[in-house]
């Protein structure tokens, strides 16, 4: 198999840059080790509503985003923050007011975020997007860059974009070796959100709503440590969802973890949050896809996210990175995701091989 450019990884950059170049009419192909688009994108259905278990919001002032979502006729919505802030102390101690919500302000995706990354998804002709290909290799020649997937196969290409967190990219057998600084930069870049796990907990009835609480929660004593409405726009069902305080290896009995999820939402909204409709819950510091071990240390700061001179004009610029870990401006943001796949738009279609 051949094509001008590869394209690995099918999340919201790398999505994003097989779209552009499918309309400047480039070849291309983008392969995706899941078996679904979208990357740390994830959205769970459930009774007709979609829930976001991967990233939840984007911010006025991120251009790109908001011109996308309007170029694909999507539609979007505030967070909804109306009501008073619970909060719970060490013993867990219960008070209300105490505070704002740290949300507010902030918008979501109508459908949820998977609805932005399946429509960017749907303009990409179907043989150009190859899903459950994983790359193992990347070997460079005279004559451009060849991939091998796990199967077996050989993808050769002129040029090759990792549009995947450094780390994960990190793990592919590079020929001849990236340089020792390239490996090096590569490895220290801390994947954003890797090391989150979300629960989200479904009901029939925003009672929270009704009780004059917005939904938002902070805590001390967990496992959730930042509680939100994960509500969709109009109707229901309705949700609260939290971010998992303890640390990966901490979380791994799913069964007890659960447990402690039912019982902190009890304590925090009343007898009404008791039993959910449903109750889900992701791990990104257990997920190959996403994680390596390194990820599973705390990252207590948002990270200095950009490229590194080290991964610039790596094998005469026929390999290329993207993702929102390389963005200069956005790092770590949906917003990065496209800033990382325009920069690396402007070297795969001007700055020729």
Known sequence: MQTQTLI???????????????????????VEARDRPGGRILSERFEGASFDMGPAWFWPGQPRIAALIERLGLGWFEQYSAGALSFEDESGRVERGRGFSSMQGSYRMQGGLAALTDALAAQIPQQNLLLSTPVTALTRSATGVTATTRSGQAIHAGKVVLALPPRIASSILFSPNLPRETQAAMTGIATWMAGQAKALAIYDIPFWRTAGLSGDAMSRRGPMVEIHDASPANGGPYALFGFIGLPPQARQDEQRLRQAVQEQLVRLFGPDAEAPKALLLKDWAFDPCTSVVADQQPVYAHPQYGLPQAMANIWGNQLIFSGTEVAPQFGGYLEGALEAAENALIRVVIEKV
Do not use: C, F, V
Request: overall charge negative; proline content about 0%.
């Open 8 to 30: 690995i990884g099918a999340g919201l950059s790398g999505l994003s840059l097989a779209a552009q170049l499918e309309e400047q009419d480039q070849k291309y192909l983008l």
